[in-house]
Nanobody, 125 residues
Framework: QVQLVESGGGLVQPGGSLRLSCAAS????????IGWFRQAPGKEREGVSC????????YYADSVKGRFTISKDKDKNTVYLQMNSLKPEATAVYYC??????????????????WGQGTQVTVSS
């Protein structure tokens, strides 16, 4: 069964850090791009970051550059999103998605093949 499972969300104070995980099962991520997206209540879904699992190319939204880092673990078939210096506006449900594609270019509007169920991130004091 093909599945993406996010984990690592939670409640953190402003300025804090969280690391989200996106574990794939039922398929290998080697030929896929993996995107992280977030959706806050009442807002549209926003592309946060993207990585090509084999090539390692990475993309970041301007709002998270320098604070978020996307990475991969081939042995674990997992992608991570390290989020530092979190701000209250980062509060959202975070989703990972996988698409069999050569590039992350245009990932924000790409139709991804698989989606996870999401993990809640709340940044609040």
């Amino acid at each position: 069964q093909v599945q993406l499972v996010e984990s690592g969300g939670g409640l953190v104070q402003p300025g804090g850090s969280l690391r989200l995980s996106c574990a794939a099962s039922g398929f290998t991520l080697n030929y896929y791009v993996i995107g992280w997206f977030r959706q806050a209540p009442g807002k549209e879904r926003e592309g946060v970051s993207c990585i090509h699992f084999s090539r390692g190319n990475t993309y970041y939204a301007d709002s998270v550059k320098g604070r978020f880092t996307i990475s991969k673990d081939k042995d674990k078939n997992t992608v991570y999103l390290q989020m530092n210096s979190l701000k209250p506006e980062a509060t959202a449900v975070y989703y990972c998605a996988a698409d069999r594609s050569y590039t992350c270019s245009g990932y924000v509007t790409k139709a991804f093949d698989y989606w996870g169920q999401g993990t809640q991130v709340t940044v609040s004091s």
